[in-house]
């Protein structure tokens, strides 16, 4: 049985295991009952830690999500920032050094309201925050979220 357990550890890469850590560590802090201007710290904190340019994206992006749904409640998620409704992660921010990619990404979880036929995006790569790219992050947040 230590075997099997060694042997499945093994197959996550240092970013992966770290990312579990930090979800353990956000599940704990949930049931303490954060409020949500503690989570909002704890996201703002987490973006402060980024490299410079995650860091200027993550923090154009908190700036839009509020802007575009202010109901949205900001909270950690596997250690990355992110924005929930009823509880359940909407859209999320992942930092391109979080798993040493070439760039940064917006998601979508499956309780976003951005259904479109049979097939339709839930992932973004984000490289730079140009005026057009906010109007489009805008308005898909706010699609997202009603």
Do not use: C
Not at 21 to 38: N, P, Q
């Amino acid at each position: 049985m230590a075997n099997t357990t060694k042997k499945s550890t093994e197959n996550f890469s240092d970013e992966e295991r770290a990312a579990m850590k930090e979800r353990a560590k956000e599940v704990r802090s949930a049931k303490k009952a954060a409020t949500g201007a503690d989570a909002e710290a704890e996201v703002l904190a987490k973006i402060a830690e980024f490299p410079p340019d995650d860091r200027e994206l993550a923090e154009k992006l908190h700036e839009l999500v509020k802007a575009a749904a202010p109901a949205l409640t900001p909270r950690l998620w596997y250690g990355q920032p992110a924005y929930s409704k009823d509880g359940k992660v909407l859209v999320f921010f992942q930092p391109a050094s979080k798993f040493k990619t070439r760039y940064a990404t917006l998601g979508f979880s499956d309780v976003a309201a951005l259904d479109d036929g049979e097939m339709w995006p839930t992932y973004y790569a984000l490289t730079e925050m140009t005026d057009a790219l906010k109007k489009r992050i805008a308005e898909l947040v706010a699609r997202a979220a009603a």
